[in-house]
């Protein structure tokens, strides 16, 4: 099992930056893939950014794209994603998530940070 805590999230104004971590314990050496995703109530739960746990390869959902940056540190078996330039549209609770090889779905998840964007 790997167990995601997430932490980071907050109220910020429009044009702002928030970096949101997820620390990843366990059986953390079978991880493949991590990745945020999103959820605002009463919609479906989005992907924003994923990153393999090599750190070799990232991949971001078009609305993101230039503004978030995900990384990780190895060392800490920790991802972040840096959030830039920060929209009332990007409100929502986000989720880390991870995967393992070979599995083409994400079987664990953190509980959630709520991020609020005020205009």
């Known amino acids: 099992q790997v167990q995601l805590v997430e932490s980071g999230g907050g109220l910020v104004q429009a044009g702002g930056s928030l970096r949101l971590s997820c620390a990843a314990s366990?059986?953390?050496?079978?991880?493949?893939?991590m990745a945020w995703f999103r959820q605002e109530p009463g919609k479906e739960r989005d992907f924003v950014a994923g990153i393999r746990w090599s750190g070799d390869i990232t991949y971001y959902a078009d609305s993101v794209k230039g503004r978030f940056t995900v990384s990780r540190d190895s060392a800490k078996n920790t991802v972040y994603l840096q959030m830039n330039s920060l929209k009332p549209e990007d409100t929502a609770v986000y989720y880390c998530?991870?995967?393992?090889?070979?599995?083409?779905?994400?079987?664990?998840w953190g509980k959630g940070t709520q991020v609020t964007v005020s205009s």
């Open positions: 998530a991870a995967r393992d090889r070979g599995v083409p779905n994400y079987d664990y």
């Open positions: 366990g059986r953390t050496f079978s991880i493949y893939t």
